[in-house]
Nanobody, 113 residues
């Protein structure tokens, strides 16, 4: 399985970005997908998870601002991020969990104040 994340960039506070993560292989539709992030000098933290059945879970900081979704036909998971804050600045990684964990390369999100 290979994961390719995209959609990061520089945005002003209050703005929005949509991250995408495309997966290769044939297990995407039966795997849980998670977005993590790692800010400067910080540990990697969970942002949001979506199960194969579409159930979602969010970190407290993401609730109400971020939305995770998936398109199994496109083998892609998305993270819509609204009302971005400077503290959301981080490298965002997608993760596929199916017996073992697979990681994408990360996409940089920078939010300016």
């Amino acid at each position: 399985v290979q994961l390719q994340a995209s959609g990061g960039g520089l945005v002003q506070a209050g703005g929005s970005l949509r991250l995408s993560c495309a997966a290769s292989g044939h297990i995407f539709s039966i795997a849980s997908m998670t977005w993590y992030r790692q800010g400067p000098g910080k540990q990697r933290e969970l942002v949001a998870t979506i199960t194969s059945g579409g159930n979602t879970n969010y970190a407290d900081f993401a609730k109400g601002r971020f939305t995770i979704s998936r398109d199994n036909a496109k083998n892609t998971v998305y993270l819509q991020m609204n009302s971005l804050k400077p503290e959301d600045t981080a490298v965002y990684y997608c993760n596929l969990q199916f017996g073992m964990a697979f990681w994408g390369q990360g996409t940089q999100v920078t939010v300016s104040s």
